[in-house]
């Protein structure tokens, strides 16, 4: 799979008047590093914690003047100061895209730009081929909870412990984390499972998840 340039993006999802999507200039990377340190403060510990390392932009991260890497990061400016960063990793051979993290300055958090952010998510991973894009979002505060079931996303799993937050200065503890997941791909794409294949408690959990959705009716 392949990111598309920044034209596409663009032309993808519309911001509000003043605001425009980019890409990070490599000279722009300890920006980057900075704004999260500010506005999400929080993943200076846990799975967040490489987009405060200067060298993982320059080894991983979509950058104005390179583009084949697996993780990319949009940023939104706001008369040229960047107001906003969302990020994604995409998984080549199973061709999924998962949205890492993301962050809205303070005095821009009215202006939707998570929310045009999760659309522009789903965008790309249709235009990219993938069958699937799929995020986590803490149990800390419900959000990120909102902004991705407003999106059409579907609560599939909590995750128990699986990332490390700084709760308060100096104070780290292990946070449950619920899963989140958008179908990309065509119904025909999907292999429904048969319920032989389940154990009893697989197979309510399933149920429970998908209980609204014929499509995802198991098969005998």
């Known amino acids: 799979m392949k990111w598309p340039t920044i034209d596409q993006v663009r032309d993808f999802v519309a911001l509000p008047t003043g605001y425009a999507w980019d890409y990070i200039k490599r000279e722009e ?3 980057a590093i900075e704004f999260f340190r500010t506005w999400f403060p929080s993943i200076s510990v846990g799975l967040g914690s490489a ?8 080894e991983h991260v979509v950058l104005q003047d390179e583009a084949n890497r697996s993780i990319l990061a949009a940023v939104v400016r706001h008369h040229h100061e ?12 199973a061709d999924v895209i998962s ?4 962050a809205v300055a303070k005095p821009h958090r009215q202006s939707n730009l998570a929310v045009a952010a999760q659309a522009l998510g789903e965008k790309m991973g249709r235009w990219m081929g993938a ?5 986590m979002a803490t149990t800390r505060t419900p959000y990120m909870q909102r902004a991705l079931e407003q999106a059409g996303y579907r609560a599939v799993g909590i995750m128990p412990g699986l990332d490390r937050e700084e709760t308060e200065p100096g104070v780290v503890r292990r946070v449950y984390e619920v899963i989140y997941a958008k179908q990309l791909a065509p119904d025909a794409d999907f292999l429904i499972p ?27």
Do not use: C, N
């Open 131 to 135: 069958g699937l894009i799929y995020g």
């Open 51 to 58: 987009f405060m390392s200067r060298r993982f932009y320059e």
């Open 99 to 102: 949205g890492r993290v993301g």
């Open 82 to 93: 960047i107001v906003a960063i969302a990020t994604w990793e995409k998984v080549d051979g």
């Open 194 to 220: 048969a319920q032989q294949h389940f154990t009893p408690a697989v197979a309510r959990l399933y149920a429970e998840i998908f209980r609204s959705d014929a499509r995802m009716s198991m098969t005998d």
């Open 29 to 31: 990377i300890d920006v």
